[in-house]
């Protein structure tokens, strides 16, 4: 009792429906309602427009992905703008300032350009290393990649050397269309100012602008969509705070907004309809993430104390079976030592059969397999280097992920036949520009 009076102390929820009748001249009178929803606490203050708490969500079941039209959740970052895209013919990494084929037979990067005379990564003039068709000049902290309707788009930004700073400046982030043959590149006309992640989803771009006040420190994100072909984007949700970011992570007809605060466990997630354009908000873990499955439900992995907790919930996040705590408790079954201790992180690919979850021991970064029915640890191994955003990539045959290598190193790929790892224990390659 004294728990749930301490929360609802905590969580000050103020609702606001507002009300506007625009009076157009010599037309009569429109009128256009609009809703929205601000939820304040001490740290942060989150607005939620057209806001609709009656609506229902249901995911189509046996709904198969589509690789033109959908949003990839299989990539997903702590950022969610991932560095690898799966296309019709294969793989793509952005490394660094360029953007690679993934040729897993000859174990190479590829840059992503076909002109025979260009040096690409390799090139130090400035001028003709910014012409190479695979260059993409980094974009924010977030550097992504994604494929959708045959291109490739990377968020790039126009840099200069601030003298007065002593460091690079970013003056505006762009989108980068590129042919996935390496053909062409062009800067498209979408208005992304402040951008620091994006995702194509059946028709829209969704993308989350930031701005800092200088003086309070205080940042403002805004998640917008503009539909493809048209002008004005439209605003979904805003939040201001000192310490706390958005996620979006769009499926079907559903756009899932979350909030990551910093010193609370409490979070925000905006259900988000498309065809209606309401939304609806919901408290969370902040240290919650969502997979979606093929039965219309999604594996719903929050990190706990001493594992990662994992159940099936529905689209409007209700549990529909019984949770299973996943840990490395037996690690010694898999060539560690026996007194190996280790910790799971939230950031988790997956396929039919099995979660990929990335983790640490006292020494070493693993990523360990769990059964998804029966939540044992069926796998796991060392991975050589650091993992870049802690993502590991999962396809029918590999399992791989980007690499910054340590003291000075190239960035890089490693990657692993999956069979290799059940079966034999985990030798990772690695494939370099």
Request: net charge negative; glycine share 6%.
């Amino acid at each position: 009792m004294k728990k749930n009076i301490k929360k609802m102390m905590k969580r000050m929820v103020i609702l606001s429906f507002l009300t506007t009748v625009v009076v157009p001249p010599l037309y009569g009178f429109a009128e256009e309602k609009t809703t929205e929803r601000t939820i304040e606490e001490s740290n942060y203050t989150l607005v939620v427009e057209n806001y609709n708490d009656d609506f229902s969500v249901e995911l189509k079941k046996d709904s198969s992905f589509d690789l033109e039209k959908d949003w990839n959740w299989s990539y997903q970052t702590a950022h969610t703008v991932s560095a690898f895209a799966r296309g019709p013919k294969g793989y793509y990494v952005r490394l660094g300032d360029f953007v690679y084929y993934c040729d897993f037979e000859t174990q190479t990067l590829i840059a992503l350009c076909n002109r025979p005379d260009c040096l690409h990564n390799k090139e130090t003039d400035s001028k003709k290393r910014s012409e190479c068709t695979a260059y993409v000049a980094y974009g924010s902290v977030n550097d992504g990649l994604q494929y959708y309707d045959g291109k490739l788009y990377a968020n790039a930004s126009s840099v200069y050397f601030d003298k007065d700073i002593n460091a690079d400046y970013r003056e505006k982030e762009y989108l980068l269309e590129l042919a996935p043959d390496g053909s062409s590149r062009e800067q498209v006309d979408y208005h992304i100012e402040n951008a620091y992640s994006f995702a194509f989803h059946h028709g829209s771009l969704y993308y989350i602008s930031r701005e800092t006040d200088p003086e309070t420190l205080i940042g403002t994100e805004t998640v917008k969509r503009l539909e493809l072909g048209e002008n004005d984007p439209e605003t979904i949700v805003t939040l201001q705070s000192m310490d706390a970011v958005l996620r979006i992570y769009p499926y079907g007809e559903f756009v899932y907004i979350q909030t990551k605060l910093a010193d609370t466990e409490d979070s925000s997630l905006i259900i988000y309809d498309t065809k209606t354009k309401e939304a609806q908000e919901r408290e969370i873990n902040w240290q919650s993430m969502f997979l979606p499955t093929e039965d219309g439900e999604f594996f719903e992995c929050t990190l706990k104390n001493d594992g990662l907790c994992a159940e099936y919930v529905n689209a409007m996040l209700k549990s529909t079976a019984e949770s299973k705590m996943l840990t490395l408790d037996s690690l010694k079954n898999f060539g560690f030592a026996a007194d190996t201790t280790g910790n799971l992180y939230s950031w988790i690919s997956t396929d039919d059969t099995h979660l990929y979850v990335y983790g640490m021991t006292e020494i070493d970064p693993i990523v360990a397999a769990f059964n998804k029915e029966s939540g044992e640890l069926e796998a796991a191994a060392a991975l050589p280097g650091m993992p870049l955003f802690q993502c590991i990539g999962v396809d029918d045959e590999y399992l791989f992920y980007q690499c910054s290598e340590l003291d000075g190193g190239t960035d890089s790929v490693y990657w692993v036949k999956k069979s290799d790892f059940f079966e034999n224990g985990a030798t990772f390659n690695c494939m370099e520009p």
